[in-house]
C-alpha cells in the first residue's frame, strides 16, 4: 500500500462544475497536507497548504483535511477551462528535520467549455 | 524575481552514458530537492540538500548522486543510465525553516534514454 493514494482519473467536468478531488493516506504523522496543480510539460506549483485538520478557502479553492478518516480533499468552485491539469496532494510530517512531502500521482482534471 | 531555473530543458542520452542536471534556487532559499517524475506518476523524492549538507535521500540507486554549491545551486548526477531513467527530473527550493517544507518547482529536465 503506498503512503498515498490519489485516483488519477481523468475526471472531466462541465465549465461551471463543483470539482472535488480527493487523496486518501496511511501515515497518521503527517500534519501538513498541500495541494498542487501541474499544467502539461511544467513543474508543479502550489496552490494552498494546511496545518493538521480543518478547512482553508482561497479564492474558488477550499482544501479540507479529516484526520480521523485518513481523507483530503480540494474542492473548485465554478471550474472553468484554464483549471484543466493534473492536481497532486502531497503531505509531511511537521518534525524530524527535513520535512520531505510525499506526493501522490496525481488526478487529470478537464473542464470543457 | 527569477523562479527555479533548470538546465538543460530536454536532453537524450543512450544507456550505459552518464547525465548531470543542474538547477538554480530562488534567491533566499538555501533548500534544494530533487525529485523524479515518471510519466502518469507523482514526482518521486530523490535528495534533499540544506546548506550545502544532504538531509534526505529516497529510495533510488547509488547511481544517483547530487550535491548542493556555496551559491545554494545544485547538481544532480546519473550515472550508468537505464532505459527506466527516463522521466522528467524537477528540482525544487524551499527556505525550510521550521513548518511546512513548501516547494517551488523548476519546469524540469525531460530526460529521455535510448
Known amino acids: 500500500q503506498k503512503e498515498v493514494e490519489q485516483d488519477p482519473g481523468p475526471l472531466s467536468v462541465p465549465e461551471g462544475a463543483i470539482v472535488s478531488l480527493n487523496c486518501t493516506y496511511s501515515n497518521s504523522a503527517f500534519q501538513y497536507f498541500m495541494w498542487y496543480r501541474q499544467y502539461s510539460r511544467k513543474g508543479p506549483e502550489l496552490l494552498m497548504y494546511t496545518y493538521s485538520s480543518g478547512n482553508k478557502e482561497d479564492g474558488r479553492f477550499t482544501a479540507q483535511v479529516d484526520k480521523s478518516s485518513k481523507y483530503i480533499s480540494l474542492f473548485i468552485r465554478d471550474s472553468q477551462p484554464s483549471d484543466s491539469a493534473t492536481y497532486l496532494c502531497a503531505m509531511s510530517l511537521a518534525s524530524g528535520g527535513s520535512y520531505i512531502p510525499t506526493f501522490g500521482r496525481g488526478t487529470s482534471l478537464i473542464v470543457h467549455p | ?114
Do not use: M
Not at chain 2, 40 to 58: A, L, M
Open chain 2, 1 to 114: 524575481d527569477a523562479g527555479v531555473t533548470q538546465s538543460p530543458t530536454h536532453l537524450i542520452k543512450t544507456r550505459g552514458q552518464h547525465v548531470t542536471l543542474r538547477c538554480s534556487p530562488i534567491s533566499g532559499h538555501k533548500s534544494v530537492s530533487w525529485y523524479q517524475q515518471v510519466l502518469g506518476q507523482g514526482p518521486q523524492f530523490i535528495f534533499q540538500y540544506y546548506e550545502k549538507e544532504e538531509r534526505g535521500r529516497g529510495n533510488f540507486p547509488d547511481r544517483f548522486s547530487a550535491r548542493q554549491f556555496p551559491n545554494y545551486s545544485s547538481e544532480l548526477n546519473v550515472n550508468a543510465l537505464l532505459l527506466g531513467d527516463s522521466a522528467l527530473y524537477l528540482c525544487a527550493s524551499s527556505l525550510l525553516s521550521t513548518g511546512a517544507n513548501v516547494l517551488t518547482f523548476g519546469a524540469g529536465s525531460r530526460l529521455t534514454v535510448l
